[in-house]
């Protein structure tokens, strides 16, 4: 099945977090990242690389931890006519260099033994017990890979605690915006931003 989103084509696959109000809202708010080095973490169908592709960015690399998102990733960029490079990392792990922007829908929800489920699609909701696992690892990671005065994008759920990213990213030297906010049942989503003054 093929959704338009914003006029991006993009294929769907059971094993793959399907594009939802988090990922709207992330688009809705993207950073200028004309003739900019873009990674993003957790690159999903593609949706947000090939956005950022669109939009004139100098290289945008995708990463994901779950092997039917870098395939479907692959395939909505060939199906969109833009140039990403998609490869698997845990986080950073695989990633070499440093970018002008940074991008990352993190899992943000608190998960019990008993909420897991024996999919790919675990790696897209998955946050641990806090729901800050997976999101504390990434912003302790982050200034080995972004460049001065470069753009870090997180989207973030009022659920995991917005103090402590905010927080966070003041300790390691990022000036801290929110810029967006969405009330949805149970929590409300936000886009962070932050500039990396090192």
Do not use: W
């Not at 669109?54 to 039917?68: E, F, L, S």
């Not at 929800?109 to 946050?127: H, M, Q, V």
């Amino acid at each position: 099945m093929i959704v338009n989103i914003e006029g991006i084509k993009i294929k769907l696959h059971p094993e793959v977090y399907e594009p939802s109000e988090d990922s709207i809202l992330l688009l809705k708010n993207l950073v200028d990242v004309k003739n900019k080095e873009v990674l993003e973490i957790g690159v999903g169908t593609g949706l947000i690389s090939i956005a950022c592709a669109k939009r004139g960015a100098k290289k945008v690399v995708g990463v994901d931890i779950n092997p039917y998102a870098i395939e479907i990733a692959k395939e909505n960029a060939k199906l969109n006519n833009v140039d990403i490079i998609v490869f698997k990392s845990d986080l950073f792990e695989n990633v070499k260099g440093k970018f002008d922007v940074i991008i990352f829908n993190p899992p943000y929800l608190p998960t019990s033994e008993d909420d897991k489920i024996d999919s790919y699609l675990n790696y897209a909701f998955d946050g641990g017990k806090s729901g800050r696992e997976i999101l504390d690892r990434f912003i302790d990671e982050l200034p080995n890979y972004i460049k001065k005065n470069g753009v870090v994008q997180i989207l973030q759920s009022s659920l995991t605690g917005e103090k402590e990213t905010v927080d966070k990213l003041k300790s390691l030297g990022f000036y801290v915006k929110k810029v967006d906010t969405l009330k949805v049942p149970f929590e409300e989503l936000m886009v962070i931003n932050g500039i990396y003054k090192g």
